[in-house]
């Protein structure tokens, strides 16, 4: 009985950390997403005024 | 090349959003709502999520220095972007991004170095995220461009900043909530008398039998006089319900 209740909580807590990694992983591949979707976001919208040192002829 | 500053930017914004996300998971440690979900998942999987998001946003901020580093145009050394005031180029935008650069790597190496560190310099430097993160909003503030397209760019940075205000305003509210009930001037402070019956009130004990006195009922004299006041009086026992003891008060802590 103490045994099975030992497993089930080394269990839940290779379960908990799986959690973590999973929940890691999400957010990372959610967060790169968003990069690449500002990015296209500002590359769409962005004009010679948003960028730096640089001339709307050269921006052209 | 231009590609390349869109890249940064983006990568800005993001690191921008991943410590709001981190600032605002800090600060629901250890309230009701992490309480609340600790029947859910443990406490340490809330912990353990915040520290991996703080280092996948120093991930993401060393993309975007390493980013602008390399972006011809800009002419941006290294030392601009660690030491602030030493940009000539876009000198406040680029110093503000300095300030709030370091103090991140402040609160990563104590965080890494945390077991070397006393608990107190830990946390102090660890609250400094606080200072780090309207530093880092001021830098994407004073970055973006308001004459150009892009400035619905500002919504990060906003979106960052309600959650961290959010998180905040819950962490009060809660602490506020759990400790309505004790007076200021009481929180931690007991009568061990009072305990003691509060305690056997709570876990249905027996009182403690040296506090009963048995006060044996004596027939009344017929007195010729006017009533002594000895009959008038009473004697009764405290119960769980006695009136709080004014405790002195407690010396100040240094």
């Known amino acids: 009985m103490a045994s099975g209740g030992r497993s089930a909580k080394v269990a839940q807590h290779e379960q908990n950390k799986r959690t973590i990694v999973e929940l890691t992983a999400w957010i990372t591949v959610a967060a790169a997403m ?7 976001g500002i590359s769409a919208s962005s004009t010679a005024a948003d960028v730096p040192r640089v001339t709307t002829a050269e921006y052209r | 090349m231009i590609e390349l500053w869109n890249v940064s930017r983006a990568l800005g914004l993001v690191s921008l959003l991943l410590m709001g996300v981190v600032l605002a998971l800090g600060a629901l440690h250890n309230t009701s709502m992490s309480r609340a979900t600790a029947k859910a998942m443990p406490r340490f999987v809330l912990v353990a999520l915040h ?8 991930v993401f901020v060393a993309l975007h220095v390493v980013a602008v580093l390399v ?21 406040w935008p680029v110093g503000l991004g300095a300030v709030a650069l370091d103090l991140l790597l402040a609160v990563v190496i104590s965080s890494s170095l945390r077991r070397y560190l006393s608990k107190r310099a830990w946390l102090v430097v660890h609250w400094t995220s606080y200072v780090c993160f309207p530093v880092a909003v001021a830098h994407a503030v004073v970055n973006a461009s308001f004459r150009g397209g892009t400035w619905w760019t500002l919504v990060v940075p906003l979106l960052a900043s309600a959650l961290v205000v959010a998180g905040l305003l819950y962490r009060r509210a809660s602490r506020r909530r759990a400790a309505a009930d004790v007076p200021l001037a009481d929180r931690g402070r007991t009568d061990p008398a009072e305990a003691r019956r509060a305690a056997d009130h709570a876990t249905g004990a027996q009182p403690v039998v040296r506090e009963m006195r048995v006060v044996p009922r004596t027939a009344p004299a017929p007195a010729p006089g006017p009533p002594a006041e000895d009959e008038a009086r009473t004697e009764t026992l405290g119960g769980p319900e006695a009136p709080t003891v004014a405790l002195p008060p407690r010396p100040r802590r240094r």
Not at chain 2, 51 to 58: F, Q, S
């Open chain 1, 34 to 40: 968003l990069v690449v979707g500002l990015h296209a």
């Open chain 2, 51 to 58: 520290r991996n998001l703080a280092l996948i946003t120093v």
């Open chain 2, 71 to 91: 972006t011809p145009y800009l002419p941006l050394r290294w030392f601009h972007v660690v030491v602030p005031g030493t940009a000539s180029f876009n000198p």
